[in-house]
Structures are given as structure tokens and as C-alpha cells.
């Protein structure tokens, strides 16, 4: 069954990777958002080709959005770019996909690594929702707004991972000693359940989701699913999220992820 994903979406680090195929699905759905905003660093730049080709392709539905999360100038502009073109102000989905990982063992850890992925991965997200906030409030209390939690009134979807998982730690640490990315994760996983409890009284759905290990620059070509099949799965998962799902780590196929 298609996911149902409806109103306006944004999504972080949309030019490769799970964020570029997340755009794609979106836009070729057979029943697609009203707008899209692919959220990267640089839009006109080299990296960003095969996400301008799928911007030409669906013009009225995809509007590339320069944002680098690291960046509070950055955000701030995307915000106001973003609310000048949204209907009623109102932001139903915001992704926070954007991500870096610098593998590092603790011999190969210092203090430049760990800040810059938790700049990246923990304080981007944040600062992107904070920023975004008043136009999720706006999609959660538009007048026609359904009365019951989902992405197509206001959710925020943090994309984590299973390697942030504190209790599968023992099962997971050796096959990846990712000090920087695991706690930068673990801290967005605290984040997301500390939005999720303050946003829920504005209607706003807050949750993380593991996306499975994914072929992608930052998966390698070692890892077992493709992009179309972990965003299928995550597309079907965002799309039948509810009142139930407030404050949860979920992978791609909607299995829950112990903290
Ligand atoms: P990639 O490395 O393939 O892509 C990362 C994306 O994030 C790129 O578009 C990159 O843009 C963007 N990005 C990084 N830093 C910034 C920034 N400061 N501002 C804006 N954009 C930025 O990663 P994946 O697609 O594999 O990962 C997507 C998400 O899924 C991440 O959150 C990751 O942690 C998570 N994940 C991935 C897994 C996997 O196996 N692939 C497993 C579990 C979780 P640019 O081209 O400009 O660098």
C-alpha cells in the first residue's frame, strides 16, 4: 500500500543518499505531499545534480531550499524562504535527516570529532526544529487540522539509529566503534524524546527512526538494503504513525528499538 503523506514536507540533507530518495519517493508518489522542501548545503553546486534533475522534473511540487543544519544563519533563511511559500504558514513534516559520521575508535577520537558530529547530528536537529516550531504549531492547529496525532497534521522525524541504542550496545559496539556518530545519536535520541514530551501538548508528533543499514555514501556498499527499499519501509512507517508512536525509536519496518 502507498504511504499517505499529505501537506508540506521538509527534508534535511536531501541531495544523496536516503534524503535524495526520500524526495524521490515523495514526489513520485501516486498521491504526493502539496510541497516538498529538499533542505542542502548547496543546491547549485556538484553534489546536488541528480537532486536539481528531480527538482526540474517536478517543478510544482519540489523547492530546493539552500540549508546548511550546522549553520544558524543558514537556518534562519531556509525558515523564512520556507514560510514565505508555505500554505497557510503551516509546516506538517519536518525530516531531520541530515547526518555526518567520522568512524572513530576512542585511540582515533578527540575533542575536534566528537563536537563536530554532535554540531551536526545533535544540535542541527535541534536548531531546525526550534526554528521550524511556529510553522508545525500552525499545521497542528490549522482550523481543518485532524484532531488525532499524525504526519499529515505536525510530526517531527528524527532519523537515528539503531547503533544509538544504549541497550543494544553490548550486541553492536564491536561490529562499529563509532565513539562520535553513537553518542551524537544517543544524545538525538534523548533530544527527540525530550521534544516529543514538550511539543505533544501543541499536537505536534515527535519521534525517532532507524532507517536499517543502507547502501549510502555513509552505509558503504556492504550494507544489505537499497535506498528504495529502507525509504519504502520508512515512508509506510512515517505515514501510520498516531497518538501511540509520541516519543518512540522505530526502524524501518516499524519494529520498536529499545533506548
Ligand atoms: P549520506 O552520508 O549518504 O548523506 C548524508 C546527507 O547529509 C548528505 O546529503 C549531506 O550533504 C547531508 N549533510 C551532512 N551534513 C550536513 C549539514 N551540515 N547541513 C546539511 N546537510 C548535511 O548518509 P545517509 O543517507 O546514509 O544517512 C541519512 C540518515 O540516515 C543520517 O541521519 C544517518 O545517520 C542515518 N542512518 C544511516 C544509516 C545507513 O546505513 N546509511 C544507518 C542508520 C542511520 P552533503 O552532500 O552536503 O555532505
Known amino acids: 500500500m502507498a504511504a499517505k503523506i499529505s501537506g508540506s514536507v521538509l527534508v534535511t540533507g536531501s541531495n544523496r543518499g536516503i534524503g535524495l530518495e526520500l524526495v524521490r519517493q515523495l514526489s513520485e508518489s501516486l ?150 556518530y553513537r553518542v551524537s545519536k544517543a544524545a538525538l535520541n534523548m533530544l527527540t524524546r525530550c521534544l516529543a514530551e514538550d511539543l505533544k501538548k501543541d499536537g505536534i508528533l515527535v519521534m525517532a527512526l532507524h532507517p536499517g543499514w543502507v547502501k549510502t555514501d555513509m552505509g558503504g556498499p556492504e550494507a544489505p538494503l537499497s535506498t528504495e527499499e529502507s525509504v519504502k519501509g520508512t515512508l509506510n512507517v512515517i505515514s501510520s504513525l498516531s497518538e501511540k508512536h509520541v516519543g518512540t525509536l522505530l526502524d524501518w519496518e516499524g519494529k520498536g528499538i529499545p533506548w
Not at 547549485?44 to 546548511?68: F, M, S, W, Y
Open 31 to 180: 498521491c504526493p505531499p502539496n510541497q516538498i522542501f529538499a533542505g542542502c548545503r548547496d543546491p547549485n553546486g556538484p553534489k546536488a545534480k541528480e537532486l536539481r534533475e528531480l527538482a526540474q522534473k517536478h517543478q510544482r511540487l519540489i523547492t530546493l531550499v539552500c540549508l546548511d543544519t550546522t549553520n544558524q544563519a543558514s537556518i534562519t533563511e531556509a525558515a523564512r524562504v520556507v514560510g514565505a511559500k508555505l500554505k497557510d504558514g503551516s509546516l506538517n513534516l519536518l525530516i531531520n535527516n541530515a547526518a555526518v559520521n567520522i568512524p572513530g575508535s576512542l585511540a582515533e577520537t578527540g575533542e575536534k570529532q566528537m563536537m563536530e558530529v554532535f554540531q551536526t547530528n545533535t544540535v542541527g536537529p535541534m536548531l531546525l526544529t526550534k526554528e521550524f516550531l511556529p510553522y508545525l504549531r500552525n499545521a497542528a492547529s490549522q482550523p481543518g487540522a485532524q484532531s488525532e496525532m499524525s504526519c499529515r497534521r505536525s510530526a517531527v522525524v528524527n532519523v537515528s539509529t539503531l547503533i544509538a541504542s544504549i541497550e543494544k550496545c553490548p550486541e553492536t559496539f564491536h561490529g562499529a566503534p563509532m565513539y562520535p
